[in-house]
């Protein structure tokens, strides 16, 4: 390992410790330093520390940054699921969650859904672009069906119902 991938890895586990103890203005100067927030560390990364320790402000500034919430760390967990367990263990004590606490779960829960939904795009996307004559397939029924409810052929619930069952056929042909 070179010089600069010695110090890159240094200031990596110095972001990590930062989020681990909670220190806002250190990992926020590492993140200005260049250091990614999403760094992998020993099978885990900045986000899923704060998330772990219950270090709210460090959450929502590394979500700030673009950290990764789709990384797993090394027991298999996303920083949403540590947070959430954190989360019900104090709900469980009757401890009540303070508010930066609920913020940081939104933040986190907001986020993670966004990278979701963002990969689902991205692979319907794809799997159109892979599958035109399916998709072409796909868009005949759809406009068939539309011209049976339009004539009268079809009742609005058969409409639904088979309009649904195409939309899951679908679903199921480009996961």
């Given amino acids: 390992m070179d010089e600069a991938e010695e110090e890159r890895v240094c200031q990596e586990r110095r972001l990590l410790q930062a989020a681990w103890r909670g220190d806002v203005a250190e990992c926020a100067a590492l993140i200005g330093e260049g250091v990614s927030p999403s760094a992998c560390v020993h099978g885990t990364t900045p986000l899923h520390e704060s998330a772990r320790r219950g270090q709210h402000a460090v959450t ?14 090394y027991d298999g967990f996303t920083p949403l699921k540590l947070h959430e367990k954190r989360y019900n263990w104090f709900l469980k004590t009757l401890v009540h969650p303070t508010g930066a606490s609920h913020d940081a779960h939104a933040a986190l829960l907001m986020r993670t859904r966004l990278e979701w939904q963002a990969a689902i795009e991205a692979t319907c996307t794809t799997w159109r672009a892979a599958n035109p004559q399916r998709v072409a397939e796909f868009d005949a029924e759809r406009e068939a069906l539309e011209a049976q409810v339009e004539r009268d052929e079809i009742t609005e619930g058969d409409f639904v119902a088979r309009m649904n069952a195409l939309r899951d056929e679908y679903v199921r042909c480009s996961s």
């Fill in 60 to 73: 929502l500034l590394l979500l700030e940054h673009h950290a990764s919430t789709q990384i797993r760390d």
